[in-house]
């Protein structure tokens, strides 16, 4: 029995990494879900799957995860300078103000020159089970993205995403008092993308704001992308006391790019799209949970956990032309549960600090979360700090 689980375990392991050398490419589209609760604590976590807010951390904790149903969530999230953002266009819509000598400022061409900013959204549409070796789960996205990628041109992209996924874990008991556990697990996933883009630079601004319609959006490129994958995960548990866990995620995930000159094109079906084809790289991912025994404390204090992660170990291998520093690769997590009801969070994630409050009110749950991410390939050179807000309700 031991020796057939340890070959099984080797074996999953070194399919991953032939993966990784295999099916290496470059995707359009990430399959993932924004979190207030993961955000907080650096991340997503392979050892943690206890609500559907982790549905695509390990799907080999689908076994050990407390049946639920999710019945919906709306979380929010905002990225970058958007308060200065939004500031800027108030000033400009003001009777007094000149829109051309606004573009003008130091302000706006300091904020021009660096920018990126986006806001996204989870829901309402966000249904899904998870418990007793099985997770599914139906959701829709919606983000915009603002950036410069050039010297006074602004780049904004909103995107509406759906996102299917659905998976299986079994359990190996080691011992016969369950103890020590081996949980297995695979997640097939989906999602269907579309995408808009307006480019424009820095002098045909105010003309775009004088003249914005629906004519802006259906005249401006478009992009349809799908994408289908499937992730695999190992988790060993100790009790409830120590996990270790590894998964790959993404172990095959081709994506199609049909490309159309603009939105009209795709509503009318009007010309032939340019199609691509590409593959979302492998990420795989290791990590550590340990949730020691709190003696007296557990009167007030009923759960403690740190967790400890790698992300993307084969980044070098999979994608080397956008692999990153080998700090931001780590992950660190600790989540305290005070009377049942108060969650406080914090983490450290791609070189940056985050920090959270949860409230778990048994039906609903409402969730906040500040953190950091690093657009650069190296710590601390473009910094970008983000706030999430998230209420889901829940059976």
Known sequence: MYRKTIKFFISVI??????????????DVVIDLPSARTAAVGGLHVTVTDDLSSLFANPA????????ISLAEVTLGMQGPIFDIAGLVIQGLQP???FSELLAS????????????????????????LGKGLG??????????????SPLTMTAIAGEQITLAGGYAFRIPLTKDSTHVLDLGVLLKGSLRGEVELKRTLLELPGLFSSIGLDTVTESPF????????????????????????????LYTPTMTRSYATTNDFLENAADPTVSYGAVPIDLTAGVLFSPRLGVLSRYVSDLRLMVDYVDILDFLTHPATARNPILHASLGVELRILEILMIRGGFSQGLFAAGLGLDLTIFGINIAMYGTELSSEPGLRPVYNAQVGIDFRL
């Open 61 to 68: 904790g689908f076994i050990s995860a407390d049946p639920q």
């Open 223 to 250: 992009k349809l992308i799908s994408g289908i994958g499937i992730d695999a995960g190992i988790r060993y548990g100790l009790g409830d006391i120590f996990a270790v866990g590894i998964v790959g995620k993404d």
């Open 106 to 129: 130091e302000a706006v061409l300091d904020l021009v020159s660096t920018l990126y900013a986006a806001a996204d959204i989870l829901g309402p549409v966000s249904f899904g089970y």
């Open 96 to 98: 007094d103000q000149e």
């Open 136 to 149: 599914f789960g139906f959701f829709n996205t919606t983000d915009v993205v603002f950036k410069s990628d």
């Open 14 to 27: 070194a399919l991953t990494v032939l993966c990784s050398f295999v099916y290496a490419g470059d995707g």
